[in-house]
């Protein structure tokens, strides 16, 4: 696997414990523990954030096409 931690940086290895997260159009891939330390000290919140930050896509809001405003407004 050729991807690092969205939250310490080194790199995820097959024979280690990782998550891989999908939040709309963005991915991350976690350290188990590294995901779990995340949401004990920052909540679900900064989860989402490192998501967002971890993608290779711009972090930008969902939004709504119909309406053309950020879901959840």
Do not use: I, Y
Not at 13 to 26: C, D, G, M, R, V
Request: aromatic residues 8%; proline residues 3%; glycine residues 6%.
């Amino acid at each position: 696997m050729d991807t690092n931690c969205a939250r310490c940086g080194r790199q995820v290895k097959n024979e280690e414990n990782w998550l891989k997260a999908h939040l709309w159009a963005s991915t991350a891939v976690f350290h188990w523990t590294c995901f779990v330390a995340l949401l004990k000290e920052n909540g679900e919140t900064a989860a989402e954030q490192a998501t967002w930050t971890g993608s290779r896509v711009a972090a930008q809001p969902p939004v709504d096409a119909d309406r053309k405003v950020e879901v959840g407004k």
